[in-house]
T-cell receptor, first 113, second 111 residues
Framework: ETGVTQTPRHLVMGMTNKKSLKCEQH?????MYWYKQSAKKPLELMFV???????ENNSVPSRFSPECPNSSHLFLHLHTLQPEDSALYLC????????????FGPGTRLTVL | RKEVEQDPGPFNVPEGATVAFNCTYS??????FFWYRQDCRKEPKLLMS???SGNEDGRFTAQLNRASQYISLLIRDSKLSDSATYLC????????????FGTGTRLLVSP
């Protein structure tokens, strides 16, 4: 399935690097989400964009900076990360309204050295 | 107290068995409820929504008890392909759907 794509799929970076994660949805949805999934912990919501406006910032450190230039694209800009930020970063999208399902991308496996 | 609590398992069952997963949530203002399935090293996918009246989809039955803040998932006639982690998920917002996930219950179905 290619409804929600994420690049890169794997990323290794040092603590002083700057990198960006990209998410693209081809489903005509108008809400997009970033989640973090660490080992042995539940998925944690990081950011929500609804109609390209950020509506939720779930107490995420400023070293994570999201960007939503249009309804199909979502970025997560990373700088000066810590080793504990190593995790699977999942993007999801949804059509607003009712109980519409969130569709997840395959995730980016991030390792911070 | 965790917002959404699940038994992490693993539940090891033989093919054909019936297995039930339970989940409790702490916020009585929760709006809607779901079960997601996540296969190893894959993304979560919606299995089914959970309604107060209970709902069934083939071999899967979900129940919600708002008074007890309790959600369940029953799987009948387990298949090998049912092996996965089952995530209990609660929506906290009526607007943009803010989902809170449990840690998941791992199911292993063996031949």
């Amino acid at each position: 399935e290619t409804g929600v794509t994420q690049t890169p799929r794997h990323l290794v970076m040092g603590m002083t690097n700057k990198k960006s994660l990209k998410c693209e949805q081809h489903l005509g949805h108008n809400a997009m989400y970033w989640y973090k999934q660490s080992a042995k912990k539940p998925l944690e919501l990081m950011f929500v964009y609804s109609l390209e406006e950020r509506v939720e910032n779930n107490s995420v450190p400023s070293r994570f900076s999201p960007e939503c230039p249009n309804s199909s694209h979502l970025f997560l800009h990373l700088h000066t990360l810590q080793p504990e930020d190593s995790a699977l970063y999942l993007c999801a999208s949804r059509r607003q309204g009712g109980n519409n399902e969130q569709f997840f991308g395959p995730g980016t496996r991030l390792t911070v050295l | 107290r965790k917002e959404v609590e699940q038994d992490p398992g693993p539940f090891n069952v033989p093919e054909g068995a019936t297995v039930a997963f339970n989940c409790t949530y702490s916020n009585s203002a929760s709006q809607s409820f779901f079960w997601y399935r996540q296969d190893c090293r894959k993304e979560p996918k919606l299995l089914m929504s959970v309604y107060s009246s209970g709902n069934e989809d083939g071999r899967f039955t979900a129940q919600l008890n708002r008074a007890s803040q309790y959600i369940s998932l029953l799987i009948r006639d387990s298949k090998l392909s049912d092996s996965a982690t089952y995530l209990c998920v609660v929506n906290m917002n009526t607007g943009f759907q803010k989902l809170v996930f449990g840690t998941g219950t791992r199911l292993l179905v063996s031949p």
